[in-house]
């Protein structure tokens, strides 16, 4: 998602992966397409957003490791550290069903579902903010 991100004119995409193989992989397709507009980091996640000072962001795409129960922290950081804001959408994947509940419970913006679907095993949606 990043790099389409990029390939379709995003100003400045960050892109942050655990896995060191995975890593590398984006890091020699990052190279190929020869753009700069990108921070790439080797690191887990959670640790980066908790030392992360940056501006909100526009749209962020979350695809966290399933079954670690880890999207309510990752939604938690986003706001804590002002990285979201009334305008940010949030594209997420993850093992279940996200819902209005959910983000009502994990979320402390007002968050409508945009869109939702499923593929195979795999459940993903775009959400909108809105202030509380």
Do not use: W
Not at 15 to 26: D, G, P, R
Not at 98 to 119: G, P, Q, R, W
């Amino acid at each position: 998602m990043g790099i389409e991100a990029i390939s379709r004119g995003a100003k400045k995409t960050f892109l942050i992966e655990k896995n060191t193989k995975v890593f590398k992989t984006l890091k020699s397709n990052l190279e190929f397409i020869g753009s700069t507009r990108f921070e790439l980091v080797n690191e887990d996640s959670i640790n980066y957003l908790k030392k992360l000072e940056h501006d909100a962001f526009d749209y962020i795409f979350l695809d966290p490791p399933f079954s670690q129960q880890i999207l309510p922290l990752i939604l938690n950081l986003l706001y804590e550290g002002k990285l979201i804001h009334s305008d940010s959408h949030i594209y997420i994947e993850s093992e279940f069903q996200i819902t209005e509940e959910f983000l009502d419970n994990n979320c402390d913006y007002e968050c409508k579902i945009n869109k939702e679907k499923k593929s195979g095993s795999v459940y993903f949606c775009l959400i909108s903010l809105g202030a509380i």
